[in-house]
């Protein structure tokens, strides 16, 4: 059973039962009431492509992890965001649509057609690292997109990210606050928006504040992970004298370095102080618990969602969204609470 039967034993056309079961109005109440009779006598359910046919709406979200080196759903900060933005849209009565990148890490996967392919409605668009050409191309479409911590530029697209730049200059503040002039800095060699904001709005601090800048004490790991943030620590104690206090770009860079300074018997924050960004859960539970920058992961996500539904529905023209961080002080800056 399908529309087109449904509408041969109804006596009318195929566009007739799509609107029928899509609520348009400009049907008589007759040939509602025998259609939907059809219909249940016949056991029928909609499909999603008949639904379609006359809304030209899916209702599916595609939700694409940007980057030949992704986040994936192993980030805990991505996996919150996109649990909220998740709800949001299911409030809103949308489905979501994984796209897969695995086959396409060594060429260039062709987001535009799959989305078109798929009929999604709009894309969220996570951000990653080396992202891909295709990625441009989608956000340039005429597909609703809207970027998580990637910026975009379409004409239906848009983005929402914490102010990462002003979250390095509120570290620099507070380690300068509590006495210290020797800091350090942990990031990531890889180009994202994200990486290239913090590391700019530390160094911009740095300078403002009139403190030395030490190349021995910028090191860039190869991700945003626990292991880069190890091996970044390492270097630098391998290096010689450390600085007073370290800022590290991401709180698994920080959990990282936090792992290496121990394994020196380097005491958490007597020797060396340090802040993450992020405000993951695990935070609260390192020893000593790390002091972070927190952004409001709960409402990037229902940003993300409310904006994207917007753009959907033309309801609004594509806009941007940054929202403000907050220093959460916890014991590893060697600050009171």
């Known amino acids: ?24 109005s400009d049907i008589s109440e007759g ?17 999603n492509s008949a639904k379609t046919l006359a809304t030209k709406k899916s209702n599916l979200i595609g ?34 649509l994984f796209f897969s990148n695995e086959k396409f890490r060594s060429s260039d996967g062709d987001y535009l057609a799959r989305c078109l392919h798929f009929q999604v409605d709009g894309c969220v668009i996570i951000t990653g690292q080396e992202v891909e050409e295709s990625i441009r191309e989608l956000d340039q479409s005429d597909i ?11 004409q239906m697209s848009g983005y929402v990210m914490s102010d990462n730049y002003k979250m390095s200059f509120k570290v ?60 970044a620590m ?36 007597q020797d060396v102080a340090i802040i993450g960004c992020d405000d993951i859960e695990a935070c ?12 409001n992961k709960e409402k990037i996500g229902r940003l993300a969602a409310s904006l994207l539904y917007d753009l959907i529905n033309n309801q609004s023209v594509a806009s941007n969204v940054v929202v403000e961080p907050e220093l959460v002080i916890r014991d590893s800056c060697g600050s009171k609470r």
């Open 1 to 24: 059973m399908n529309i087109k039967k449904i509408a041969e034993m109804a006596g009318v056309s195929v566009s007739t039962v799509s609107k029928i079961i899509n609520n348009y």
């Open 31 to 47: 040939t509602r009431t025998k259609v939907l009779e059809i219909m249940k006598q016949t056991g029928y359910t909609p499909s």
């Open 63 to 96: 939700v694409i992890f940007a980057g030949k080196l992704n986040v994936d759903l192993m980030h805990p900060f991505f996996v919150e965001v996109l649990n909220s933005f998740k709800k949001q849209m299911g409030l809103l009565g949308y489905d979501l």
């Open 144 to 154: 609703p997109c809207i970027g998580v911590d990637i910026q975009l530029s379409g």
């Open 172 to 231: 620099v503040e507070h380690f300068y606050l509590q006495g210290h002039r020797d800091l350090g800095y942990i990031g990531s060699t890889l180009e994202s928006d994200i990486s290239n904001l913090r590391e700019r709005g530390y160094t911009d601090a740095i300078e403002s504040f009139g403190l030395p800048q030490n190349d021995a004490w910028f090191v860039n790991g190869t991700n945003f992970f626990e292991s880069s943030g190890y091996e």
């Open 234 to 269: 390492k270097q630098m104690i391998e290096a010689g004298p450390l600085p007073t206090a370290i800022f590290a770009a991401s709180d698994l860079l920080a959990i990282g370095a936090m792992r290496a300074l121990k394994e020196h018997h380097l005491r958490i924050p």
């Open 284 to 295: 609260q539970y390192t020893l000593p618990p790390l002091t972070t920058v927190r952004q």
